[in-house]
Each structure stands twice: as C-alpha cells, then as structure tokens.
C-alpha cells in the first residue's frame, strides 16, 4: 500500500514539475477594465446606487509585448 502511494505520489510530482517548466510566458493576464467600467457604468443607472467591489475582477489574457515596461 506505501509502495503504491508513493509511486503516485512521484508521478504526480514528476507531472507538476515537467508541466511548469513548459509553462508559455508570453502573454500574461490584467484587469479587463471594459468589462469592469460596463459592469459599474450598469449599477450607476439604477435608482439604487450601490458600491461595486471586485472579488475576482474580470481578467484578459494579453500578450507581454504588450505590456507596459518598468
């Protein structure tokens, strides 16, 4: 039974390492500020105004040559 669990155990681990390092890192992801601007623009229209605050901001995928440098 240990023998089995840490045969998975290294494969599993073995998996994570191969498929990290193949990782593609040119692009990157950043807050999609339509989508953000449409959704508080939307809330601003009603009667009832309330405060919008982002948990999980809408993202989009985008290319590094495309982002600003430091």
């Known amino acids: ?37 449409k959704a508080e623009n939307s809330q601003r229209q009603h009667r009832q105004v309330a405060h919008v605050v982002w948990v999980n901001p809408p993202l989009k995928k985008v290319s590094s040559a495309d982002l600003p440098k430091p």
Do not use: R
């Open 1 to 37: 039974m240990k023998k089995n669990t840490l045969l998975v155990g290294v494969a599993t681990l073995a998996l994570l390492l191969t498929g990290c390092s193949t990782l593609d890192q040119n692009y990157a992801y950043v807050v999609d500020q339509e989508q953000v601007n």
